[in-house]
């Protein structure tokens, strides 16, 4: 991962002992629009699209449109993908994007991984590809990387602010993304 490359090897070992690494296979669901952000993630290979549903006042708006009715199902295909005709595509990650890492609001909420202080997830995580990732979770071990990493932690702060002023403007207060350039 590119922007890991200017860390010591010292300190790429201690972050090493924070984090974890999950494998998924092509078109598996890491998280789900609403649960519990309890830990970011980092690409190591692969990439993975992050979806959020669209309001229901918007989807009823193309239903009429499309044939007056609104369907009927969850917003799945059956096999777990996005279903983009209720889904909307907000970003794609990958190791080689100038930010690969996402779910990040996690860490910058300051949760702790619990239901009572970590916030919700803003949208669905997607692989679209076989995918691996390096996983850091809220609480001691994401405390211990923002210590570490003084830099990474002031931009959580910055994206955390942007956040904010953007639920604020859209009426949300799970719209946590930030839009990552390949």
């Known amino acids: 991962v590119k922007w890991f490359d200017k860390l010591s ?3 790429l070992e201690e972050l090493g002992k924070l984090m974890d690494i ?10 789900e629009e609403g649960a519990t952000a309890d830990k970011m993630y980092i690409v190591l290979k692969g990439s993975v699209g992050i979806f959020k549903r ?3 006042s918007i989807l009823m708006q ?10 009927g199902d969850d917003g799945k295909d059956g096999k777990g993908a996005p279903d ?13 994007s100038k930010y690969p890492w996402f779910g990040e609001a996690a860490l910058a909420g300051g949760g702790d991984g619990t239901s009572h202080t970590a916030p919700p997830r803003g949208g669905t995580a997607f692989t679209f590809e076989p995918t691996h990732l390096l996983t850091l979770r809220a609480g001691a071990e994401g405390k211990r990387l923002l210590e570490a990493l003084p830099e990474f932690a002031r931009m959580l702060n910055v994206g955390a602010k942007a956040y ?19």
């Open 62 to 71: 193309e239903a009429a449109a499309a044939s007056g009715g609104s369907g």
């Open 54 to 56: 669209k309001a229901p």
């Open 164 to 182: 904010k002023v953007t639920n604020q403007l859209n009426g949300t207060e799970a719209g946590q993304f930030r839009r990552a350039s390949k």
């Open 22 to 31: 999950e494998r998924y296979s092509s078109n598996r669901i890491v998280f």
């Open 9 to 11: 090897p010292s300190l």
């Open 84 to 96: 983009l005709a209720r889904e909307q595509f907000l970003a794609e990650f990958s190791s080689q």
